[in-house]
């Protein structure tokens, strides 16, 4: 039998990096992509959806020397605000006329493609303006 001592244990080797800053371990763009699509999160938990994108937006955006998780974090508010807008008044209108509820299919469809598109751009490394969108943030 060998009684030979076990070699001594390597130490963890650290990822490669490209000096590219991280953002809850993940790159820009992809940390962009993930605050558009963390909208859906809010179909599998009520509000989560709502606020996912707000907390990754308010923790990241000083930290982002370029300003790009910034303008996308605004961009995705300001798509979340003017999405329940139109979804409160489609509601409404469900109740006084008969279009409310095409509006309301209209809205849901437009809240499941936007933020896909968005989040497309986003990785892509552009910043999409979503049209038709009430800037509340500037």
């Known amino acids: 039998m060998d009684n030979e001592p076990p070699p001594p244990a390597q130490p963890p080797v650290p990822p490669p990096s490209c000096g590219e800053p991280l ?20 179909y599998v ?15 990241n955006k000083d930290q982002d020397a370029s300003g790009i998780i910034n303008q996308h974090g605004r961009n995705v508010l300001n798509f979340i605000i003017s999405i329940n807008i139109c979804a409160i008044i489609a509601f409404f209108l469900c109740f006084i006329f008969c279009i409310g509820i095409p509006l309301l299919l209209a809205v849901f469809i437009v809240s499941l493609v936007v933020p896909v598109i968005a989040a497309v751009k986003a990785h892509e490394g552009h910043v999409w303006p979503i049209p038709f969108c009430i800037r509340f943030f500037k």
């Open 23 to 42: 953002f809850w371990g993940m790159k820009l763009n992809i940390f962009c992509t993930m605050m558009y699509l963390a909208c859906f999160a809010g």
């Open 45 to 59: 938990v009520p509000y989560v959806g709502i606020i996912l994108p707000i907390i990754m937006w308010l923790v």
